[in-house]
Nanobody
Framework: QVQLVESGGGSVQAGGSLRLSCAAS?????MAWFRQAPGKEREGVAI???????TYAASVTGRFTISKDNANNTLYLKMSMLQPEDTAMYYC???????????????????WGQGTQVTVSS
């Protein structure tokens, strides 16, 4: 059983930056960030697979960077040039299978954190 705890959310103005963290209680091989805005479905933001290859949603490419500290089982999401449309609850997700994965879909993940809120004001 893997437990995930996110941190780092907050309120920023448009153009600002935040870094989210997700601490995992055990070893994970694929990790990702999702977000969900009020009234909308949860959407994939970025994924880093077992080979440490990152893939991003088109809406965040060039602005967000996903990384993973394997020694400390911690996932990060560096968010820059934040826009009001980035406002959402951000969730960390993990899977313990070792594989290459470039899609960012909720069905691939069995472990989820409780979320951290990101609010971007204009």
């Amino acid at each position: 059983q893997v437990q995930l705890v996110e941190s780092g959310g907050g309120s920023v103005q448009a153009g600002g930056s935040l870094r989210l963290s997700c601490a995992a209680s055990g070893s994970t091989y694929i990790m990702a960030w999702f977000r969900q805005a009020p009234g909308k479905e949860r959407e994939g933001v970025a994924i880093i697979d077992s080979y440490d290859i990152g893939t991003y949603a088109a809406s965040v490419t060039g602005r967000f960077t996903i990384s993973k500290d394997n020694a400390n089982n911690t996932l990060y999401l560096k968010m820059s040039m934040l826009q009001p449309e980035d406002t959402a609850m951000y969730y960390c997700a993990a899977d313990t299978s070792f594989r290459r994965l470039s899609r960012i879909e909720t069905s691939d993940f069995g472990y989820w954190g409780q979320g951290t809120q990101v609010t971007v004001s204009s």
